[in-house]
């Protein structure tokens, strides 16, 4: 009979799913990653704490009995109302983003999308800069992240009615549409820090389009959190249709997926949830891009298996980022943006000339 | 698991497309039997294509309708169709990480509901299908790497991983070497379902066909048994080619040799 198995080169086989780590495997040292990015971020800051005393907080707040205290009433705030706020909200971006970015990919049916591409990101920088340069504050705390939202939010309606003409919605015309409205209001959000004359304007506006998530409260939480948990659990519902559109436009068709439908109501699902992070973190880039190739590699491109990865991936990594941020420098803090893109560009070329030596 | 629907009728009743003013297919009519294997044959633009993309709702006829039993496929939903009728065509999916066993078993979401997870039965289905096509032991190789022809055997396994009773192929045989482009046509007839199969190789539309359907600039000008249809007239006709048309001596069956000479 024929030969084709066996006379194949055994790199196949090697790069093939029998070689992969099994999947409940990856999930839990994802799981332990995030647990271990979790506790270091906490414990590492201005003031050290020891990780059992971290645990020890922790647990005592879950359930009383479970620890004794022996510790400061001021280490409990600095934990509780300062440092896990922040950690928090820090997995919910990077899950989020991550989980974005790997679903964006697959609407987009090209590996190289990244959430930033939208154009959102920048709709949503644009909402922020206007709430700084013109001193905007109507709600207290909640006035820039509503703004950056509602700018993300324009943009996203922008996009799709530009990338939509008679009911389709083409890959190309979506990236195009993206790219360009990306550039336009990035030129508005920059046009309106130069004009603005006031360095310390211009300062806060930059730090805001690398990314950060300093002085975080409980109160920033909350939205975020419950629009990326709602959010992937959507995408994790659809992720047989996510599948279908890696096989391109007429085969998801004849798989029985109204592909424009489809895809016109996965771009405003996405765009939400890119709107809603990037209001509370800025810009923060590469995530989107590189994490979902790294679950692809771990665990296959099968949605229903990547997602999951995807988000404990992505929670372990920006919480990593950030305690990298706030420690490289102290007691000065990098904006997070700087360091995914550190590494994240690296990562890429080094992406491509793998691609490129297949 | 849904028992597989049995081979159905399909039908196009004077169906057109008409894209940018320019008529693609005009005023085709056509009815496949339960179980009759058709040929769609023509030259490059006649509309094959396109004629065959208003069939899995790939492309909304302008004009006419499309059924399956009567049923107007453009009316049910996507997934309904999937179920009853599968498609081979010529997109792969590139890029991603896929494996060979993940392409073909795109093949069984339309029997699923959303969080609903494979069992065993379709994973049983899946190898089965790759099994059939020769490739089960690519299975975990990712498809990207896979050679033209195995690509196009797992994307005939994914078709046949969605277990319909009506099958609609776009030049299946391409990239396949001529054992397998054999195998293929055997396969679909064996399989006992409706299909309508755009094919560039008159002589395998002949051997494996019930009818041959020509179409040129988007109308069909010919339908009929082989025999019937594929004469040296048509052939000159239609491709603007010098050919002679005889019996094969062992099987009877049509076969044509195409002329080096230009027709004057």
């Not at chain 1, 995530?287 to 665990?299: A, T």
């Not at chain 1, 070329?349 to 030596?357: K, T």
Request: charged residues 15%; proline residues 5%; glycine residues 10%.
């Amino acid at each position: 009979m024929t030969k084709i198995a066996t006379s194949r080169p055994p790199v196949v086989t090697a790069a093939g799913g029998r070689g992969r780590v099994p999947y409940t495997l990856v999930l839990a040292a994802l799981a332990v990653a995030v647990t271990m990015a979790a506790t270091a971020g906490i414990a590492v800051g201005s003031v050290r704490l020891p990780l059992g005393e971290v645990w020890a907080i922790l647990l005592h707040r879950l359930y009383a009995p479970l620890a004794e205290p022996t510790w400061t009433p001021v280490r409990e705030t600095i934990v509780m109302d300062v440092r896990v706020p922040r950690i928090l909200l820090c997995g919910v971006v990077g899950a989020g983003l991550s989980v974005c970015g790997m679903a964006l990919q697959a609407l987009v049916r090209n590996p190289l999308a990244d959430p930033m591409l939208l154009g959102v990101s920048s709709g949503a920088t644009v909402g922020a800069v206007v709430v700084m340069v013109f001193n905007v504050s109507l709600i207290g705390a909640f006035t820039l992240p509503l703004a950056a939202f509602a700018g993300a939010f324009l943009a996203l309606v922008l996009v799709y009615f530009l990338a939509r003409a008679g009911g389709r919605m083409t890959t190309v015309r979506l990236v195009l549409s993206g790219v360009a409205t990306a550039e336009v209001l990035s030129a508005v959000a920059g046009y309106l820090i130069i004009t603005s004359g006031d360095p310390r304007k211009t300062e806060s506006a930059l730090r805001w389009m690398l990314g950060g998530l300093a002085g975080t409260t409980w109160d920033l939480v909350w939205i975020p959190a419950a629009a990326v948990l709602l959010g992937t659990g959507v995408l994790l519902g659809l992720s047989r249709p996510l599948n279908l559109l890696l096989a391109g436009e007429e085969a998801a068709a004849a798989l029985g997926l109204n592909v424009h439908r489809f895809r016109g109501a996965l771009f405003a699902l996405v765009a939400l949830m890119i709107g809603t992070i990037v209001a509370v973190s800025g810009s923060i880039g590469f995530v989107g891009l590189m994490l979902p190739h790294v679950v692809r590699l771990l665990v296959g491109a099968d949605h229903r298996r990547g997602l999951p990865a995807v988000a404990l991936l992505g929670a372990a990594f920006l919480v990593a980022a950030d305690l990298a941020a706030r420690s490289v420098i102290t007691p000065e803090e990098i904006p997070i943006g700087i360091l995914t893109a550190l590494t994240g560009g690296p990562f890429f070329l080094w992406l491509m000339r793998r691609g490129a030596a297949r | 698991m849904t028992a597989a629907d049995g081979p159905a009728v399909l039908r196009a009743d004077n169906v057109g497309v008409v894209v940018d003013g320019r008529a693609l297919v005009w005023n085709v009519s056509l009815e496949v039997a339960p179980g009759e294997v058709v040929a769609l044959v023509g030259p490059n633009g006649a509309g094959k294509s396109t004629l065959l993309r208003t069939f899995y709702r790939a492309l909304r006829p302008t004009s006419g309708r499309v059924t399956l039993d009567g049923e107007d496929v453009w009316r049910m939903t996507g997934r309904r169709l999937a179920r009853r009728l599968a498609a081979v065509l010529q997109e792969a999916p590139g890029e991603f990480e896929l494996t060979a066993y993940d392409v073909a078993a795109m093949g069984r979401t339309p029997c699923k509901r959303a969080f609903q997870g494979d069992d065993s039965e379709d994973r049983r289905i899946v190898m089965g299908a790759l099994g059939t096509l020769d490739v089960a032991g690519l299975a975990h190789a990712p498809f990207d790497r896979l050679s033209g022809g195995e690509k196009q055997r797992v994307l005939i396994a994914r078709a046949l991983a969605q277990r319909t009773g009506t099958m609609v192929l776009d030049e299946p045989t391409n990239h396949l070497d001529l054992r397998h482009q054999l195998d293929a046509l055997r396969l679909v007839r064996r399989l006992g379902v409706t299909a309508v199969v755009a094919l560039h190789d008159l002589n395998l539309a002949a051997a494996f066909c019930d009818r041959i359907c020509v179409m040129d600039a988007g109308r069909l000008v010919a339908a009929g048994p082989p025999a019937q249809v594929l004469t040296a007239d048509l052939l000159a006709e239609v491709y603007r080619v010098d050919a002679e048309v005889g019996p094969h001596p062992h099987t009877g069956v049509p076969q044509i040799s195409v002329l080096p000479g230009d027709l004057t």
